[in-house]
Every structure is written in C-alpha cells, then in structure tokens.
C-alpha cells in the first residue's frame, strides 16, 4: 500500500497574502500522513516544489563576473545544490520553507524508522485544466499561475502583464509527461524509493517575457483572433502580489537523477505543449468569457 500526498496551498499570491495558511497547509497539515505512513509501513510518494531550492548560486555572483556564463551555477541537483532563500520579511519564501521542512522530515522518518518515500519536485508542470480562469471556474479576485493569467488575458483580449518585466527564466515541461514520470515511480518501488526526483524540462527554459510572446502567437494561431498591437504591459511585483514578494531568477532541473533510477526523459516542446493547451483553453472558456463581458453589471 502507499500513498500520494499532493494537498498544498501552492499558488504564489498565496504565499504573500496567506503565509500562515501556507505553512500550515504545506507543513503541519502534512506531518499526519507522514506519521501514519511511518507508523503504518505504508509507501509514501510527496509531492514538494522546485522551489525549496530557492535562489540559484549565480544570482549571488557580481554581475560583471565571467562565472555568471557558466551553466554549473545555475542547475538544480537533488543531491547537491544549496537551499538559498530571501530574507524573513519576505513571506513569498514561506512555502519553500515549509515545503523543505517537510522533505527533511520525510528524509529524517527514512533514516530514522525506515519510512519508504519518494519525494516530487515538479519544474513548472503545465497543460490543459491546470488552475482556473478568474471569474469563470475560479474567483473574480483570484490570481491563479502564470498559464492561467496569460490564458486569461488572452481570452479577455487584455495585454499579458509581466511581473517585473518578465525577467525571470522558468522551465516548462507537459503534464502528460510529467505524469509518465510519477507513474514509473509508482511503479517501481525498488527504483524510486529514497530518493528525491526533479521532474521538469531543461530543454523548455525561457523568460516570463518569452513565454507571454509565444503564448500571444500561439493562441493567435488556434483562435483565429488578431493578437493586441501592444501585447504586453509590465507591473512591479509589489502591484501584483503586494508587499513581500520575492522571486528566484531561474529554476533549470538536472536530470542525471530521474534518468538513471527510472529512465525518464521529458519529450513535448514548449511549442507544442503550448498549442495544446490554449486550444483546450480556447475551446472550454472563450464563449463563456464572451457571455460573461457582455453581461450588464449590477449597479
């Protein structure tokens, strides 16, 4: 028997706005499963988030400084790299926090009463019906993760706002993918237990900006519709998500890990898990975003 603990609160306007509810979610609401897991001799597979790795080395170096072109400074191993997180005011780290804790008890149950576990550390899974689109399926207030947000500027025909400029660099891999993946841990307990896997796409690293400008052109493509002659608009990330805010400049997975022990390689482009995805967007909301625009609002 095991069991897939995936509950979080896990959506970065969250982490500003409910930074108690984040640990506690993340954190103390986690520490029952592990205990019974322990106790009970059940398989635990954890979901945790690129995140816990915070900052990357390179962001530290000075920006003059040659060693900034080296991809070694940047690349996130399961087994090596430092956790590097913002300062305490900075209440966006409190999921990464909690998120590691978490894994280091996980790790510690292992060492200590040999509780099976493998632990997840998603890169950025996206693909149709990840979150939900403001005002639709979700709340009018609400501000979901970056796919959705652009989705829903996109539908909206309303400029892609990027925070800070779109200046931070992401991976993107396909949840079909990234679910291959979760299954052969599941399936072979033997190979996958102790041990803790990325699961991301290297090979799908762009900017926030690059992201909102193939998203512009793909849906463009799958909609029929025109793209805005000013695509996008830059916001700080105080307006977006308030005080607190922090950010990491670039999250790259090493793979050595996931391809020895269970032989898994991402396959889908950001193209054209992105063609997928807004054609499923497009599809499911368009017409609702239609009826809901035109619709009078209540004086």
């Known amino acids: 028997m ?4 995936l509950a979080a609160i896990c959506t970065p306007a969250d982490y500003n ?4 509810d984040t640990i506690y979610s993340n954190f103390i609401d986690a520490l029952p499963v592990v205990k019974y897991c322990s106790e009970n001799n059940k398989r635990l597979i954890h979901f945790s988030t690129c995140e816990v790795y915070g900052k990357t080395i390179g962001s530290f170096l000075p920006k003059d400084s040659p060693l900034r072109q080296d ?3 940047y690349l996130l191993k399961e087994d090596a790299s430092p956790c590097i997180f913002g300062s305490i005011e900075k209440q966006r780290w409190s999921y990464a926090c909690a998120k590691q804790l978490i894994e280091r008890l996980i790790y510690a149950e292992g060492a200590e009463n040999g509780l099976e576990f493998t ?3 998603p890169f950025n899974w996206i693909g149709p019906r990840m979150d939900f689109i403001p005002g639709i399926d979700g709340p009018s207030e609400g501000v979901p993760r970056v796919l ?3 989705s829903n500027n996109l539908l909206r025909h309303e400029p892609l706002k990027l925070v800070d400029g779109g200046q931070s660099q992401r991976t993107f891999v396909y949840i079909k993918d990234a679910i291959e993946a979760v299954l052969l841990m599941i399936d072979n307990p033997g190979r996958a237990n102790g041990h803790i896997f ?10 926030v900006r690059q992201l909102a400008e193939m998203m512009t052109e793909v849906y463009a493509k799958v909609s029929g519709e025109p793209s805005l002659e000013v695509p996008t608009v830059d916001v700080s990330s105080k307006e977006f998500y308030g005080e607190g805010y922090d950010d990491s400049d670039k999250r790259i997975p090493d793979m050595t890990i996931i391809n020895k022990q269970l032989g898994w390689n991402p396959k889908t482009s950001l193209w054209d898990l992105l063609e997928s995805t807004l054609t499923y967007q497009h599809r499911t909301y368009a017409e609702a975003i239609k009826q809901a625009i035109a619709k009078p609002v209540a004086s």
Do not use: D, H
């Open 148 to 150: 959705a947000c652009f």
């Open 2 to 5: 095991q069991t897939v603990n």
């Open 71 to 73: 991809p070694a400074y």
């Open 119 to 121: 632990i997840v550390r």
């Open 198 to 207: 990325n699961v991301g796409n290297p090979n799908n690293e762009v900017t």
């Open 17 to 20: 706005t409910r930074p108690l």
